[in-house]
């Protein structure tokens, strides 16, 4: 089954996303709160694929959910819930680890169009983990794991995200082409993506502060201005 962790404190909504999700195939475990979302993550073994988080929550915020189910978990992917004036939230959301962010309200089709489409990327994680997957793919300093989503950089681990993972598989395969947004929104995101091309921006943001010796002053993930960005390893 593909199993999905709702959490949303306003009954109304969670229920039409409950509703939608389980005529899309899946196995929902639902929790109105921060709290609880955290217990039942546990009560289950952590056995989700993914998880939608709301934003604003009394107690425990979904920013905080996403932060500790990503300390938890590498692999689960992760959607949050905003409101269009939540603009700051939603990058906060993604610089913590959150995979994708939808805007309220939605309709039923975006809502599984993205869900979809990131349970497809956990599943191929999944799929080359199990299958002991070893290809390595070597650029520079750098090595990307195809099976553990990791990359190392001078031999030290550096941990992924399934989005952070995807860029930089593309990069590697890539080295020293200028990839626009849209290339790379396509890519990663697929080519159904209804949402905002700055969401490349803000993965980028967060991988340069993983891999780069400078974020500030990027040597390996270069902004090719007017275009989006390209992968370096000869500076």
């Given at each position: ?53 709301d ?24 959607i ?131 891999i ?24």
């Amino acid at each position: 089954m593909k199993n999905i962790l709702v959490v949303e404190d306003e009954s109304t909504i969670r229920e039409f996303i409950v509703i939608n999700l389980i005529r899309g195939g899946y196995n929902v475990v639902e929790a109105d709160c921060g709290e609880v979302a955290l217990q039942k993550y546990e009560e289950y073994k952590g056995d989700f694929d993914l998880a939608i988080l709301d934003i604003m929550m009394p107690g425990i915020d979904g920013l905080s959910v996403c932060k500790e189910l990503r300390k938890k978990n590498g692999n689960i992917g992760i959607i949050m819930l905003s409101a269009k004036t939540q603009e700051m939230d939603k990058v906060s959301a993604l610089m913590m680890g959150a995979d994708d962010y939808i805007t309220k309200p939605f309709s039923p089709s975006e809502l599984v169009a993205r869900i979809d489409a990131l349970y497809r990327r956990v599943v191929l994680s999944t799929t080359r983990a199990e299958n002991n997957f070893k290809e390595e793919i070597k650029s520079g300093d750098f090595v990307l794991n195809l099976k553990n989503h990791s990359i190392t950089k001078r031999g030290k681990l550096i941990e992924l995200t399934q989005v952070e993972f995807q860029i930089m598989e593309y990069f590697f395969s890539n080295p020293g082409v200028a990839l626009d947004r849209l290339d790379i929104l396509t890519k990663v995101w697929g080519k159904a993506y209804v949402g905002e091309e700055k969401i490349v921006d803000v993965n980028i943001r967060r991988l340069r502060m993983k891999i780069e010796d400078e974020p500030s002053n990027p040597k390996f993930i270069i902004t090719v201005w007017g275009l989006g960005y390209k992968w370096e390893t000869n500076n």
